[in-house]
């Protein structure tokens, strides 16, 4: 049963722009803190950004600062991450978690109970 669903992957120019989304398919699932993670090819799943229920609190690695955006739209059941100034290093498997409790909202990917399948996000050159 699909839970979580991220669109908005593709592959894009140093320096350019996407907006990814991540879909709730259970409405009690939408208000669930919600974490970005990306994976790299041999590469460990690393944390991106994460925003609370009620999008009061966000927090962001240090290699996105400045430059990523997390945000959520409970109303539409979404959230979304805007990625600007993107870099080669950002390419990435991009995916959404959701986690009930905000002290699990951490960086590390095993505190998350739920998880997207995942969009490719590629930076050229």
């Known amino acids: 049963q699909v839970q979580l669903v991220e669109s908005g992957g593709g592959l894009v120019q140093a320096g350019g722009s996407l907006r990814l989304s991540c879909a709730a398919s259970?409405?009690?699932?939408?208000?669930?803190?919600k974490g970005w993670f990306r994976q790299a090819p041999g590469k460990e799943r690393e944390f991106v950004a994460a925003?609370?229920?009620?999008?009061?609190?966000?927090y962001y690695a240090d290699s996105v600062k400045g430059r990523f955006t997390i945000s959520r739209d409970n109303a539409k059941n979404t959230v979304y991450l805007q990625m600007n100034s993107l870099k080669p290093e950002d390419t990435a498997v991009y995916y959404c978690?959701?986690?009930?409790?905000?002290?699990?909202?951490?960086?590390?990917?095993?505190?998350?109970?739920?998880w997207g399948q995942g969009t490719q996000v590629t930076v050229s050159s």
């Open positions: 978690a959701a986690v009930g409790e905000w002290a699990r909202a951490t960086m590390t990917p095993y505190e998350y109970d739920y």
């Open positions: 259970r409405r009690t699932l939408s208000s669930y803190h």
């Open positions: 925003i609370s229920g009620s999008g009061g609190s966000t």
